[in-house]
């Protein structure tokens, strides 16, 4: 991976850490379209990610990170900040996955006035680094459960971790969801028997329709403004939150792919997708914090499912 001088070391390990773990899923991902030899779209042509890099004002030199300060000096002296950096779309339209896109992006730049008093560290002047990774995957087969994910690094007078990842059946199966849990709570176990408990009633209130009083899903864990004082701590369980995504989400699509579905399992999909829609529009914080930044905008919305429908 390519080195920028402008990172602290920090900054640079999470930017490659994310990327690494789109390039694993994304294999994951193509591998489970190369297994599929049953079914109602078995006779189509095996799924493919394709690329697409964007960039905001590319022309502009990044800050420079000076990490043997604490965040709030690193701010201070790295220099004047403007809106750069970029990222990368990857999306795949399969036999397997309806839709599926994993994003990674780093970007730099000033918050909206609007943002900043809700985001920590960002009330004074908006300075902000972040990094990180963001998954949606909605299947053919209502059989399979829809899925999100995401991780992230972010930066202004303060530092912090986030993400999650959060399952959305669209037939209830319980051992899937059973499943999924104990995957995170695995993770979360790993650093913190607190962590689980308290993630998972985050994600519970977070992944809520208010004006339908119902959970988007059977939801999973969600943190935001990670900073217990150990960085390399809190670096390790947002990455070991990727790694169970990873593992536990392939084994859940093998579980149920090869299966064939009604047209009435297919309209209740279709109808469960328009709360997915409902919420990242409504609700959602990535989506209005990539909007409000200035980020690729097909790249926000790539959440939003290939085909929907309202009763």
């Known amino acids: 991976m390519t080195s920028d001088p402008s990172l602290s070391p920090l900054q640079q390990q999470a930017k490659d850490w994310f990327t690494r773990l789109r390039d694993d899923i994304c294999t994951a991902f193509e591998q489970l379209e190369d297994e599929l030899a049953s079914g109602p779209h078995a006779d189509l042509p095996a799924g493919r990610f394709v690329r697409k890099p964007w960039q905001r004002n590319a022309n502009l030199q990044p800050p420079q990170w000076n990490e043997k300060l604490p965040p709030a000096q690193q701010v201070a002296q790295a220099g004047p900040f403007k809106d750069g950096?970029?990222?990368?779309?990857?999306?795949?339209?399969?036999?397997?996955?309806?839709?599926?896109?994993?994003?990674?992006?780093?970007?730099?730049?000033?918050?909206?006035?609007?943002?900043?008093?809700?985001?920590?560290?960002?009330?004074?002047?908006?300075?902000?680094?972040?990094?990180?990774?963001?998954?949606?995957?909605?299947?053919?087969?209502?059989?399979?459960?829809?899925?999100?994910?995401?991780?992230?690094?972010?930066?202004?007078?303060?530092?912090?971790?986030?993400?999650?990842?959060?399952?959305?059946?669209?037939?209830?199966?319980?051992?899937?969801?059973?499943?999924?849990?104990?995957?995170?709570?695995?993770?979360?176990?790993?650093?913190?028997?607190?962590y689980y408990p308290r993630f998972k009633e985050w994600c519970d209130n977070y992944f809520f329709l208010p004006h339908r009083a119902e959970p988007r899903g059977v939801g999973g864990i969600f943190f935001d403004q990670l900073n217990t004082g150990d960085v390399e701590k809190d670096f390790a369980f947002t990455r070991r939150v990727g790694q169970a995504f990873l593992d536990i989400y392939p084994q859940l699509v093998r579980r149920h792919m090869q299966e064939s579905w009604t047209a009435e399992e297919r309209e209740i999909q279709l109808v469960k997708r328009g709360r997915y829609v409902e919420f990242n529009l409504l609700y959602d914080r990535g989506t209005m914090f990539g909007l409000k930044t200035g980020g690729n905008v097909d790249g926000i919305l790539m959440s939003m499912p290939p085909e929907v429908k309202w009763p």
């Open 85 to 194: 950096g970029g990222g990368e779309v990857s999306l795949m339209h399969g036999r397997v996955f309806e839709k599926v896109g994993v994003n990674i992006s780093t970007v730099h730049g000033v918050f909206a006035p609007e943002l900043r008093a809700r985001i920590p560290g960002a009330a004074a002047d908006g300075r902000f680094w972040a990094s990180g990774i963001s998954l949606v995957a909605h299947l053919r087969s209502p059989k399979v459960p829809a899925v999100h994910m995401n991780t992230r690094m972010l930066m202004t007078s303060e530092s912090w971790f986030g993400g999650g990842a959060d399952l959305t059946p669209m037939l209830p199966n319980e051992q899937d969801t059973q499943d999924f849990h104990a995957a995170l709570k695995a993770a979360c176990d790993e650093s913190d028997p607190a």
